[in-house]
C-alpha cells in the first residue's frame, strides 16, 4: 500500500445480529482512482460503503478494524458530529434507486440548494445559481424549470442524475456509488455510468462503484476488488484481474460473462448460504471446485503478489 | 386537484343533509307532543286544528323537514324555553367559541407535546425514555379524563393556588386571563390525545427513519437534527393529520366531561342541561352544530392533503 493513499482500509470486520457480515476487508484507493467491488448479493458490498460512510450505528452493526482518510486520520468509531461534517463535503454517495433516495416532500431544487447552502455556506442566489449550473452539468435539460421539480414528477434517469448533482455539489475527495444503475433501463445506465466517471475524473476525485456486474465493471473501473460472502478474495488492476484470474471463485464470474452472455453475475453453483453457518476458513470453500482439505479450516490470507499491485486470498490459486 | 376539491365538498354537503335528516328525524321521534305541551291539559278540537297549522305539523313530514333546514340555514333555531333565549345566539355566538376554545387549546397542547415526546422516543427507540415515554402514554390513554381534572383541580388549584379552578372569561375579550382559565381544562382533554400523538409520532417515524432518503440525507452531510426534524417530521405530517382529523370526533366529546367538571358553559355543558330538561330543540341544534364542525373538520383534512404530500397534486 503506498503511502499516498486516498483511503486505506484495514482488516474492516462487521457484526451484525451475530453474523460477521465482513471478515477483515482491506483495500486501498489512491486519489482519482476508480475502483469496483464486484461480488454476489449478500457479499457485503453495500455494507462496505455504508460503513465507511459512517451509516452504521453502534446499533445497527459492530464494526472492528481501522479506515483511515488522506488528512482525516481513522474514520471508524468517529462521533456522530464529526461524520456529519465529513460527509458532502469529503465523502459523498450515490444510492441504488435515486427514487427513494430523494425526499419526496421537498423539491429536487430544495434538497440541492440546502447541501450547497449548509455545506459550502452559499448565499440563496449564489446557491441557486450553482444548482443550476450542477443540472446543466449533469445532463438535465430544461434546468431552471426542473429545479422546482418534486422527485415523482422526473424519471428514473433524471433523479439519479439529481442524485450525481447532489453527490458532487461540494466536489468530494471520494464518491460511493453503490449499483448506481440497477434501477434504470440498459439504455440509460450507460449514460449514468459515464456521467459518474466523466465528473468525477474532471474532479480528480476517487470513486468507489458497488456494482454486481463485473462486465460493467471491467469497462469503468481503474481496479477490482473481488468480495465472497463479506471476505476479499482477490483484488487487483481491472485488465490483469481479468486476463489471468487466480482465485477461482473470480474465474467462475469471469465464465458466468464469458459463457453465459448474460450480464448479471449469477451464482457460480449454489448459493452463498447462511452466513450463520460460514466455513472456518475460506467461505468459498463449500462451493470452490479446487477445495483442499485445509480450505474450510484455516482461513487463507490476504496476500500482496510480489510482482505488481494485486492481492489474493487462496491455498490452491490457479 | 381542483375538480377532487370541489367533488370533496359535493360529498361533504351530502353527508350533511343525511345527518340534518336524522337530527330532524330525532325531534320527530321524541315522546310529546309539542300542540299538547303548548296548550296545556284543556283545549278545544278546532284550537288544537288551528295551532297545528300555525305550528306546521298538519304538513307531511318531508315538507315540515324542507321548512325547518330552512330556518336552521337562515338561523331561526327557535327560543330555549328553559334559558329563556334565542337558541342560535345561545348556541352559536355563546357556547360554540367556549368548545371551540378548549378544543384548540387542548389539540395545541397535544400537538406541542405529543410530537416531540414521539420524535424522541423513536429516535431513541428500546431506551429508558422510550419505555418511560411508553408507560406514560398508556397511563394517559387508560385514565379517565374527569379524574384527572379533579386531581389537577386539587393539585394546582386548591393545593398550589397556580391556576383558577373554574369558571370561564372569554378569550376574544381578555385573552391572558381567558386562556389562563382554560389551562387545566385543556391540559385535562389532551392528556389522551398527547398519548395517542405520542403512540402514532413514534411508529410512523420509525418507519420514516428506515427509508433511503434519510440514509440519503445523512450521506449529504445534513446534521442529525436536520435529518429528524425536517426530513423526518415533515414526512409523518400526513398520516398524523388524518388521524387527528377523525378522533376530532372523540376530542369533540371529550369536551362534554371537561366542560361539566370545570363548569365551563360550552356546547357539551348546552347538551347536557338539554338532555336534562328534555328540551329537544336545543339537543337537536347541538347535535347539528357538533356534526357539522366534525364534518367540516374532515373536509379541511382532506383539502389539507395535496399541500402535505406533493405526489398527491396533480401533475
Known amino acids: ?318 | 386537484m381542483i375538480l377532487r376539491g370541489l367533488v370533496r365538498i359535493g360529498q361533504t354537503l351530502v353527508v350533511l343533509l343525511i345527518v340534518s335528516f336524522a337530527t330532524f328525524g330525532l325531534l320527530k321521534l321524541a315522546p310529546g307532543d309539542p300542540v299538547q305541551l303548548a296548550l296545556g291539559a284543556e283545549y278545544s278540537e278546532t284550537a288544537y286544528r288551528s295551532l297545528q297549522r300555525e305550528m306546521g305539523l298538519d304538513q307531511p313530514f318531508l315538507v315540515q323537514y324542507l321548512a325547518w333546514a330552512r330556518d336552521f340555514a337562515t338561523g331561526d333555531w327557535g327560543r330555549s324555553y328553559v334559558a329563556r333565549t334565542d337558541i342560535f345566539t345561545f348556541a352559536v355566538l355563546e357556547a360554540l367559541p367556549v368548545t371551540l376554545t378548549l378544543a384548540s387549546l387542548s389539540l395545541f397542547f397535544a400537538i406541542l407535546i405529543g410530537v416531540p415526546l414521539g420524535v424522541l422516543s423513536a429516535v431513541k427507540k428500546d431506551s429508558i425514555f422510550d419505555a418511560g415515554a411508553a408507560v406514560f402514554a398508556l397511563t394517559g390513554t387508560a385514565f379517565p379524563s374527569f379524574l384527572l381534572g379533579i386531581l389537577l383541580i386539587w393539585l394546582f388549584g386548591v393545593k398550589l393556588g397556580l391556576f383558577p379552578v373554574m369558571g370561564y372569561v372569554s378569550p376574544w375579550q381578555d385573552p391572558v386571563t381567558g386562556l389562563y382559565h382554560m389551562v387545566l381544562p385543556a391540559l385535562t382533554l389532551s392528556t389522551y390525545f398527547i398519548a395517542m400523538i405520542t403512540r402514532l409520532t413514534r411508529a410512523t417515524l420509525i418507519e420514516v427513519l428506515e427509508q433511503p432518503y434519510i440514509a440519503a440525507a445523512r450521506a449529504r452531510g445534513e446534521p442529525r437534527w436536520r435529518v429528524i426534524w425536517v426530513h423526518g417530521v415533515r414526512n409523518i405530517a400526513m398520516p398524523l393529520v388524518t388521524i387527528l382529523g377523525l378522533q376530532l370526533g372523540t376530542l369533540l366529546q371529550g369536551t362534554v366531561l371537561t366542560e361539566t367538571v370545570f363548569s365551563l358553559p360550552g356546547l357539551g355543558q348546552m347538551i347536557t342541561d338539554a338532555v336534562l330538561s328534555r328540551e329537544y330543540v336545543v339537543v337537536q341544534a347541538g347535535v347539528m352544530l357538533t356534526a357539522t364542525l366534525f364534518i367540516t373538520i374532515n373536509l379541511l383534512v382532506d383539502l389539507s392533503y395535496p399541500f402535505l404530500d406533493p405526489r398527491l397534486r396533480a401533475r
Open chain 1, 1 to 318: 500500500m503506498s503511502s499516498a493513499a486516498l483511503l486505506e482500509v484495514e482488516d474492516l470486520t462487521l457484526h451484525r445480529g451475530g453474523n460477521r457480515i465482513l471478515d477483515h476487508v482491506t483495500l486501498s484507493l489512491a486519489p482519482g482512482e476508480t475502483l469496483a467491488l464486484v461480488g454476489e448479493s449478500g457479499a457485503g458490498k453495500s455494507t462496505i460503503a455504508t460503513a465507511l460512510m459512517g451509516l452504521l450505528g453502534p446499533k445497527d452493526a459492530r464494526i472492528e478494524g481501522h479506515a483511515r482518510l488522506e488528512g482525516q486520520g481513522e474514520l471508524l468509531g468517529m462521533p456522530e458530529r464529526r461524520w456529519s461534517k465529513l460527509r458532502g463535503r469529503r465523502l459523498s454517495m450515490i444510492f441504488q434507486d435515486a427514487g427513494s433516495a430523494l425526499n419526496p416532500c421537498f423539491t429536487v431544487g430544495r434538497q440541492l440548494v440546502t447541501v450547497l447552502r449548509r455545506n459550502l455556506g452559499l448565499s440563496r442566489t449564489a446557491a441557486r445559481a450553482r444548482a443550476l449550473e450542477l443540472f446543466e452539468r449533469v445532463g438535465i435539460n430544461d434546468a431552471e424549470a426542473r429545479l422546482s421539480a418534486y422527485p415523482h414528477q422526473l424519471s428514473g434517469g433524471m433523479q439519479q442524475r439529481v442524485m450525481v448533482a447532489i453527490a458532487l455539489a461540494c466536489n468530494p475527495d471520494l464518491l460511493f456509488a453503490d449499483e448506481p444503475t440497477s434501477a434504470l433501463d440498459v439504455t440509460i445506465q450507460a449514460q449514468i455510468i459515464r456521467l459518474i466517471l466523466d465528473e468525477t475524473r474532471t474532479r480528480g476525485a476517487s470513486c468507489i462503484f458497488v456494482l454486481h456486474d463485473l462486465a460493467l465493471a471491467s469497462q469503468s473501473c481503474d481496479r477490482i476488488v473481488v468480495l465472497y460472502a463479506g471476505q476479499v478474495v482477490e483484488s487487483g488492476v481491472t485488465a490483469e484481474i481479468l486476463e489471468a484470474p487466480r482465485h477461482p471463485y473470480t474465474a467462475q464470474l469471469k465464465s458466468c460473462v464469458l459463457e453465459i452472455g448474460t450480464r448479471d453475475l449469477d451464482p457460480p453453483e449454489g448459493s452463498v448460504g447462511s452466513y450463520a453457518a460460514m466455513p472456518k476458513g475460506c467461505r468459498f470453500a463449500r462451493r470452490c471446485p479446487r477445495a483442499l482439505p485445509r480450505c474450510a479450516e484455516e482461513r487463507p490470507p490476504l496476500v500482496p503478489a510480489p510482482d505488481g499491485d494485486r492481492a489474493l486470498a487462496c491455498w490452491n490459486p490457479l
